[in-house]
């Protein structure tokens, strides 16, 4: 006999790509993560009715709603999950937190660095997760642990590239990301915040940086392709590149670390493995490894399939999930939370403010 689990009504905001994701996520994480918690579909909202009428038969969403105002504010929900373009994750965050629910949102946080910090104020007292799920890559999170155990020695270049081939044709690109006012900004949000997100959880703060913009497209007013130097807190020296403009790529989302010990490199494309290369071996036997990080005793191998079985980019936001769920029952803080995703808007508005300046910022804090 199943154990009475404690039920959380969803309520999802939005129901495109990521929106498929979010749901699969919450029909399969009691699959692979032991939780009190068993998340139930009650609501998807959007604009089109049609739309959501299929959405609904095909993920199991009980209904469906047109008005996320009505919905945030309504009782029988205990969770609101934000997965509409950046323009909207402010107002639905902020009147979520204030109907006392758990807030779940998407990535980038915030159009801006001053909406960014009001809706980290505005959840400070309720759970709270924004879907940076690259950290739950088994690979990535074995790279994390690899790091906190020294196992690279000191830290010389982080290295980052986020490439895809998404923009490259103006003609097809003209959806909300391609707008400033819907997305804030362009390849530095969508696809920068990501790389960011990981350096800071991998390599720590970034203090100084310089960086450049470059819009291929004259009528477009958001960024296609982004390029960073910084420096780390730990001394460390660091780039980023993120492009839509690098045909050759379809989401290369990887970071290569060099340290005095090794290196480590991770690219999304296959993201069942992590390089490694170890420079305490004998010189003659020094190579590097590609070691396929499926178990044993590799993080979420015991949540997933047997060793050498791989698994997909849904497992990333599976992990995330059955994290936040674990955090929710031991009343802990999850991360990355809002707070860490401010650090992240930090990061982009410097960014930013860097390219437009064409000058070295110092982060402040
Ligand atoms: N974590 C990740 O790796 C990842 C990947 C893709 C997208 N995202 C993020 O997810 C969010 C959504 O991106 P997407 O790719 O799913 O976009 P999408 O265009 O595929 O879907 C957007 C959805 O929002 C809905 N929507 C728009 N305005 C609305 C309104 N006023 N009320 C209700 N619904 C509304 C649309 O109907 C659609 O269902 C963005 O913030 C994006 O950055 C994150």
């Known amino acids: 006999m199943s154990e009475l689990k404690q039920t959380l009504n969803i309520a999802m905001i939005g129901h495109g790509f990521i929106g498929k994701v979010h749901s699969n996520a919450f029909h399969q994480v009691g699959h692979f993560f032991q939780t009190p918690f068993q998340p139930r579909l009650k609501v998807v909202c959007g604009r089109d009715r049609e739309k959501l009428e299929a959405v609904a038969s095909q993920w199991g969403w009980e209904e469906i709603a047109t008005d996320w105002r009505t919905v945030v504010d309504r009782k029988d929900i205990?969770?609101?999950?934000?997965?509409?373009?950046?323009?909207?994750?402010?107002?639905?965050?902020?009147?979520?937190?204030?109907?006392?629910?758990?807030?779940?949102?998407?990535?980038?946080?915030?159009?801006?660095?001053?909406?960014?910090?009001?809706?980290?104020?505005?959840?400070?007292?309720?759970?709270?997760?924004?879907?940076?799920n690259y950290r739950r890559v088994p690979a990535v999170a074995f790279a994390k642990m690899l790091l906190s155990e020294g196992r690279v020695g000191q830290i010389f270049h982080y290295r980052a590239l986020y490439?895809?081939?998404?923009?490259?044709?103006?003609?097809?690109?003209?959806?909300?990301?391609?707008?400033?006012?819907?997305a804030g900004s362009g390849t530095t949000g969508d696809l920068l915040s990501h790389s960011v997100d990981?350096?800071?959880?991998?390599?720590?703060?970034?203090?100084?940086?310089?960086?450049?913009?470059?819009?291929?497209?004259?009528?477009?007013?958001?960024?296609?392709?982004?390029?960073?130097?910084?420096?780390?807190?730990?001394?460390?020296?660091?780039?980023f590149e993120a492009s839509r403009f690098a045909p050759g790529s379809r989401n290369r989302n990887s970071f290569e670390i060099n340290g005095s010990q090794g290196m480590l490199r991770f690219n999304l494309e296959n993201l069942n493995n992590l390089e490694i290369f170890d420079a305490t071996e004998p010189a003659n036997l020094q190579g590097i490894r590609n070691l396929l990080v499926t178990g044993p005793n590799h993080p979420y191998a015991e949540n997933f399939w047997k060793p050498g079985h791989i698994i997909g980019y849904e497992h990333t936001f599976?992990?995330?999930?059955?994290?936040?769920?674990?955090?929710?029952?031991?009343?802990?803080?999850?991360?990355?939370?809002?707070?860490?995703?401010?650090?992240?808007?930090?990061?982009l508005?410097?960014?930013?403010?860097?390219?437009?300046?064409?000058?070295?910022?110092?982060?402040e804090g």
């Open 163 to 182: 490439l895809n081939q998404s923009g490259s044709n103006p003609t097809k690109a003209s959806g909300w990301r391609y707008q400033r006012a819907v």
């Open 349 to 363: 508005d410097a960014v930013q403010r860097s390219a437009d300046s064409k000058s070295w910022l110092t982060l």
């Open 78 to 132: 205990q969770v609101v999950d934000i997965a509409v373009p950046n323009v909207l994750h402010a107002p639905i965050a902020i009147a979520a937190a204030a109907a006392g629910k758990i807030v779940l949102c998407e990535k980038p946080l915030a159009m801006s660095l001053d909406e960014a910090e009001r809706m980290a104020a505005a959840v400070r007292q309720v759970p709270n997760l924004v879907w940076f």
């Open 318 to 347: 599976i992990a995330t999930l059955g994290d936040f769920l674990g955090a929710l029952a031991r009343n802990e803080t999850f991360h990355p939370n809002f707070e860490d995703a401010l650090a992240v808007q930090r990061v």
């Open 198 to 239: 990981l350096a800071l959880d991998l390599n720590g703060k970034i203090t100084e940086l310089m960086a450049m913009t470059k819009t291929f497209v004259p009528a477009r007013d958001v960024d296609d392709a982004v390029v960073v130097m910084a420096r780390f807190a730990n001394g460390s020296i660091g780039s």
